[in-house]
């Protein structure tokens, strides 16, 4: 926009030149076959008042070789007459010997006369410049530099001032101008759809490439490996791991089966895949890990990374989880679950049809084939994945693995197998005061190593037959020691006695630290300490069971991982648990309750001997009596195990329920599908060792039989097969066969007549059947507690099937005749137990009333919890139970963390227990949000017991859980405003 006085002309850029459509196209044409869009570098794009958009770049000259459709009376063409005459003045004067570069136009107005005034003040303000620069002025505006064109070239290298005018409003019309907001959006909504179409292009190229590279770490970046050493301190990785991940099986994506002993760094190849499998191919995962604490470890572990990376980490364990997860448009997720809930979690991508999204499925401890209805579950879970996603990689990783070919066969994977051990390990065995070094080169299996000798009292002798504490003390404090023990009770004893007979120095070994541990547990028990734990922690001794809460078992662990406690006596359950290395393994017999070791349990103990960075040498010693010996020669000779499928465990409840998912997932509706599906089973493969008596056909007939009389399937004609709204909830609400059909009464007598002024009843039909088994109840404090009781629950409980009468009887010690479902009497017991835990939410008030172990409440706590949300998605798919929904729901998140309200968001990020909860909350930290913006060294100034290293894992699993939460939101957005798919035209 150019003005002078009160006139104002303003200029368009418009290309009035048209191009012939049958000439050379342009290389800024749009191409057709990207829907139009380009990549200019400094294009420019012209609208006409029409929809056609045509592109142009800011050095094209618009105006062509004539300047508009007026020709000889357009301005420009009367400013290259005027300048011409000017030219030729100049040049008259010139030759009288005086030449002037700088004449103003005013001297020679007639020429201009017709100019309009705007383009006579451009002509002044032109003239003015020329004139600034004679004298060697300088302006403030920098100079751009303009290639000359043929017009200028014929006066001297200068441009003419039709040149400069054209360049002066090309300039004007790619200059910046004020634009609607509306524009403005829709064009950033173009420019990101363009965008996106391109990251497709992109991302599909990359799909098809599967040697996709972006770096050099194992085809990762760099960054990965800065990572890994600030995060976790590693700085080189094994030879065997290095040969492992450029395998030419990984790098082709074919299925792999790795085993190594304990200790060796296999976690750690399993995760660089599975990076390489998030970042690169842009792919989600799945990490299948045995225990809830495990998947919870992790959980805290990979938090640091995928916040680094752009990755989501989701824990599926317990009650958390998702089914089917959120679709994530931009960001790939890790899913980290255990057995139970990585089998929902594929069947649920199955039904929706998104398997194919699964990039890597890794597993830990493979060996969990060959273990009862877990087993099961693995099989049916990987059979799965294999059967209808042809592009998911399979992993699997242990230490202890038999019939590899079986395995092999049953995933058609390839294996690599290292014997490495970062700390070696040497296995001895103690039989009465010798101690032998196994050796299975010789004929016996063991050699003399050297002679126990102790010198013992009598009473001593009495106390420690076996002369345990020699050998611990051998090691401790300096070093760790590990003690396994057969039963819980057995761990208790061992640690009092072996403290009874410590040295008075024991105490002093850092004797600040064992304080400030006793005074953490006594927080996380509410005042209350462990009578075992409060006389043996002084001396750098603990024991590890089941029987401990979370919170106990995590503060122990930790004190120990520190070399505060030297000495933990456990079960064989923390051999398969978190990782707790020992300079010296003790097994205190050979027996796991009253079993016979096995070899693959054998080695998972032993195996925990050796500490990497820290010891030269690990020791095992296997504690035998003569009766044994045969045994224990054949244990320490013999091959592992071998793995067998379990499908047909416990009756071939495995393969009914595989059968019913297959058909209520619409895999496979007939006996031939089923049969083919089968084909791609381990016990297919195995088919000869386990199906001796009846062929693999026959049995899958008995299971749809068994399956039509119990109406969860039906057949719509004579071949294909459909389930029914109750086989569908079933299998949709992961629910055991058992008690599928015992869970619908339930529920259905609730129907009747549910209590609501109470939660006695929801408790009732949430509490685990498969618990009953481990409970005895106290009759008489089960009478105590019934009178306890108001009329309404009273009542309530004779309609459930348990009579006061039947109490008193059995409490009296009387014999009852009467026709009484004892599974439903002692479930309500447990109920009691829930209830009293949801009132007082002290565990170990409650554990104390009802003589249970605090550990068995939490377990029935958790385990609740679970079966809860389980309840919950069998009535979502039956609509006469549209009642309980709500219902459950709120009572799945009061069972998940029994806590009080303001303490659950806490209690929501990994590794965050209720007295860690409760001292973020008195520090301020009273939300989420709160945390995952804390700074991690005022946090430990904040929370007594806590070390820098907890603080970063508690803020980085909280951001981690914040921007799951924040994502999932916005996915909700986008799924809101996005049109639908089936939008009829």
Excluded at 251 to 256: G, K, P, S, V, Y
Excluded at 601 to 626: C, H, N, T, W
Aim: with cysteine; charged share 25%.
């Amino acid at each position: 926009m150019m003005s002078s006085g009160g006139l104002k002309l303003k200029v368009k850029r418009v290309c009035a030149r048209k191009r012939s459509r049958e000439g050379p196209r342009s290389h800024l044409t749009p191409d057709p076959k990207r829907g139009g869009a380009l990549t200019c570098p400094r294009g420019v794009m012209v609208e006409d008042r029409g929809s056609r958009q045509e592109f142009c770049s800011d050095v094209e000259d618009l105006f062509g070789d004539y300047d508009s459709i007026l020709e000889d009376s357009s301005i420009l063409v009367k400013l290259d007459r005027a300048e011409r005459d000017q030219r030729d003045a100049a040049d008259w004067r010139e030759g009288d010997g005086r030449r002037s570069r700088g004449d103003d136009l005013g001297d020679d107005p007639e020429p201009l006369e017709e100019l309009p005034p705007s383009q006579l003040q451009f002509q002044e303000e032109v003239e003015e410049k020329r004139s600034r620069l004679q004298d060697g002025g300088k302006t403030s505006t920098p100079s751009r530099h303009v290639e000359a064109g043929p017009r200028a070239a014929s006066s001297g290298g200068r441009l003419s001032v039709a040149e400069q005018l054209k360049r002066t409003m090309l300039g004007n019309a790619a200059a910046p101008r004020s634009i609607s907001r509306a524009e403005v959006l829709k064009e950033a909504v173009v420019s990101e759809e363009i965008s996106e179409a391109v990251r497709a292009v992109e991302a599909a190229a990359a799909e098809s490439n599967d040697s996709t590279d972006l770096g050099p770490f194992f085809g990762l970046p760099s960054r990965v490996k800065e990572l890994l050493h600030r995060l976790r301190g590693i700085e080189t990785l094994y030879e065997w791991q290095e040969t492992c991940l450029n395998l030419d099986c990984v790098a082709q994506r074919r299925n792999l089966i790795y085993s190594l002993p304990t200790g060796g760094g296999k976690t750690l190849v399993a995760e660089i895949l599975l990076l390489k499998e998030l970042l690169c191919r842009k792919k989600d995962c799945l990490f299948i890990l045995p225990y809830v604490s495990l998947v919870q470890e992790k959980v805290r572990g990979l938090a640091g990374l995928g916040l680094e990376l752009d990755f989501l980490v989701e824990e599926y364990a317990g009650s958390k989880g998702r089914f089917p997860p959120l679709r994530r448009r931009s960001r790939r997720s890790l899913y980290v679950a255990t057995i139970e809930k990585a089998h929902s979690l594929v069947n649920s991508l199955l039904e929706a049809g998104r398997l194919e999204q699964l990039g890597l499925l890794v597993v830990d401890e493979l060996h969990m084939l060959g273990e009862g209805s877990r087993g099961a579950l693995i099989e049916m879970t990987l059979a799965k994945v294999q059967y209808v996603s042809k592009s998911t990689q399979i992993i699997g990783m242990s230490a202890t693995l038999g019939n590899i070919k079986d395995l092999q066969k049953f995933l058609r994977a390839e294996n690599f197998t290292n014997d490495f051990r970062p700390v070696q390990l040497k296995e001895f065995v103690k039989l009465g005061d010798s101690i032998y070094q196994v050796e299975p080169t010789e004929e016996s299996g063991l050699t003399f190593s050297r002679q126990l000798r102790v010198k013992y009292s009598s009473s001593m002798q009495k106390m420690d037959p076996d002369q345990v504490v020699a050998m611990v003390t051998e090691v401790i404090p300096s070093h760790s020691c590990l003690i396994f023990c057969p039963t819980k009770k057995n761990c208790e004893n061992l640690a009092s006695m072996i403290c009874s007979c410590l040295r008075k120095e024991f105490l002093q070994h850092r004797q600040e630290e064992k304080a400030e541990l006793l005074l953490q547990l006594k927080e996380g028990g509410r005042g209350s300490v462990c009578p075992v734990l409060r006389k043996t922690v002084p001396l750098g001794v603990a024991y590890h069971h089941s029987g401990l809460t979370a919170e106990e078992r995590r503060l122990l662990e930790e004190a120990y991982s520190r070399g505060v406690l030297c000495l933990l006596t456990c079960t064989s359950t923390l051999a398969a648990g978190v990782n707790l290395p020992a300079r010296r393994v003790i097994l205190r017999s050979p027996y796991v309750a009253t079993e016979f070791l096995k070899r693959n349990q054998y080695k998972q103990m032993v195996g925990r001997a050796g500490r990497a960075g820290i010891d030269s040498v690990g020791e095992s010693i296997l504690i035998l009596q003569d009766q044994d010996r045969d045994k224990v020669k054949s244990l320490l000779c013999a091959p592992m195990e071998n793995c067998y499928s379990n499908l047909m465990h416990d009756e071939g409840k495995g393969l009914h329920s595989l059968v019913l998912s297959l058909i209520g997932l619409n895999v496979s509706t007939t006996l031939q599908q089923l049969q083919d599906f089968l084909g791609g089973t381990l016990l297919f493969v195995q088919r000869q060792q386990l199906c001796a008596h009846t062929s693999l056909q026959e049995s899958l007939q008995r299971s749809v039989r068994l399956l039509q009389e119990k109406h969860l399937v039906s057949s719509a004609d004579r071949q294909t097969l459909q389930v029914t709204k109750l086989g569908r909830a079933t299998f949709k609400g992961s629910v055991d066969l058992t008690y599928s059909d015992v869970l619908y009464q339930d529920l259905s007598r609730g129907l009747d007549g549910l209590l609501l002024n109470s939660l006695l009843h929801l408790l009732y039909l949430v509490t685990p059947y498969d618990l009953v088994s481990q409970c005895k109840p106290d009759w008489m404090l089960y009478l105590q507690q019934f009178t306890l009781l108001s009329a309404a629950e009273q009542k309530m409980l004779a309609v459930v099937g348990v009579p006061e009468s039947f109490v008193a009887r059995k409490a009296a010690g009387q014999s009852v005749k009467k026709g009484v479902c004892v599974q439903a009497v002692t479930r309500m017991y447990l109920s009691l137990v829930l209830l009293s835990l949801l009132k007082d939410s002290d565990l170990w008030s409650v554990s104390e009333r009802f003589q249970l172990s605090r550990g068995f409440v939490q377990t029935l706590l958790s385990s609740s919890s679970a079966f809860c949300s389980c309840v919950l998605h069998f009535t979502q798919e039956l609509e006469e139970f549209w009642p309980f929904r709500a219902l459950l729901t709120e009572l799945t998140r009061r069972l998940s963390y029994c806590v009080k309200a303001e303490l659950i968001p806490l209690m929501e990020v990994a590794g965050v227990l209720e007295s860690r909860a409760k001292q973020l909350y008195g520090a301020g930290y009273t939300s989420l949000t709160h945390l995952a913006n804390a700074d991690p060294a005022h946090l430990c100034r904040s929370i007594t017991h806590l070390n820098r290293k907890q603080a970063e894992q508690i803020v980085a699993s909280a951001k981690m859980l914040l921007s799951e939460k924040a994502a999932a939101l916005q996915e909700e957005v986008d799924d809101l405003l996005s049109p639908p798919s089936d939008l009829p035209i």
